[in-house]
């Protein structure tokens, strides 16, 4: 038995691709095709159409009107402020009612500027802008 298998001799090696023909070129990739950076991730997000979208945002405001821009209408305005009792109104007039002044002065605390907190709002549209609590 002879052993003697040449380059173009059939055996498990020209099976295998070691003795065949030469492999055929591979396509380009893509920073060869495109001519840049390869994408970072395979994952292709795809856009789905959602509804509107709503803002969020952080306006400071203090206790009196403030001079902005509305983030809804986008107009330039001195917001309008409402007074209206807070948590320390509230809690001050427990306080005073279980002192043993349930008459009507645990009321007090709720008309005291001081204890109210002041709600901003957009004259132009109306909309919320936010509060300033005590």
Known sequence: MSNNKGPGAPGPYYAAGFYGPPPTAAPPSYAQAVGGVPPS??????????????????????????????????????????????????????????????????????????CMDVHHTCPNCKAYLGRFRR
């Open 41 to 114: 991730s395979p994952f292709q997000p795809h856009h789905t159409v959602a509804g509107p979208q709503i803002l969020t945002t952080v306006v400071p405001v203090g206790p009196q009107p403030t001079h902005m821009i509305c983030p809804h209408c986008h107009a330039e305005v001195d917001t309008t402020t409402r007074t209206e009792p807070g948590v320390i109104a509230y809690i001050s007039s427990v306080v005073i009612a279980l002192l043993g002044c349930w008459l009507g002065c645990c009321l007090i605390p709720c008309c005291i500027d001081e």
